[in-house]
């Protein structure tokens, strides 16, 4: 059983920064792992992927703001999140697909809880 737990979520001024977490209980290393956020009456956006390879991909609402990391010997995905506005309050999830499989535009299998973000002006 995949099991990802999210931290590091909580509220933040407009310009503020949060580093987000993703601890998981299987290796992270050899598998596409993302970030996704839903805000009120939105939809569950992809904003953030990392590779099998370790390349990295962004949503153009995050791009040079956000950075998604992992640190394989802690099996724990990070996404450091700087220049924070109102948009960017929402839930934030992270996602890990099977062993070995990219990151191919298919649906991810093992979802976390969520952790909150908040960002007031």
């Known amino acids: 059983q995949v099991q990802l737990v999210e931290s590091g979520g909580g509220s933040v001024q407009a310009g503020g920064s949060l580093r987000l977490s993703c601890a998981a209980s299987?290796?992270?290393?050899?598998?596409?792992m993302g970030w996704f956020r839903q805000g009120p009456g939105k939809e569950r956006e992809e904003i953030a992927s990392?590779?099998?390879?370790?390349?990295?991909t962004y949503t153009d609402d995050v791009k040079g703001r956000f950075t998604i990391s992992k640190d394989n010997a802690k099996n724990t995905l990070y996404l450091q999140m700087n220049s924070l506005n109102s948009e960017d309050g929402a839930m934030y999830y992270c996602?890990?697909?099977?062993?070995?499989?990219?990151?191919?535009?298919?649906?991810?299998?093992?979802w976390g809880q969520g952790t909150q973000v908040t960002v007031s002006s």
């Open positions: 996602a890990a697909r099977k062993w070995l499989d990219y990151c191919d535009g298919k649906n991810y299998d093992y």
């Open positions: 299987v290796d992270i290393n050899r598998r596409c």
């Open positions: 990392i590779n099998v390879d370790g390349t990295t």
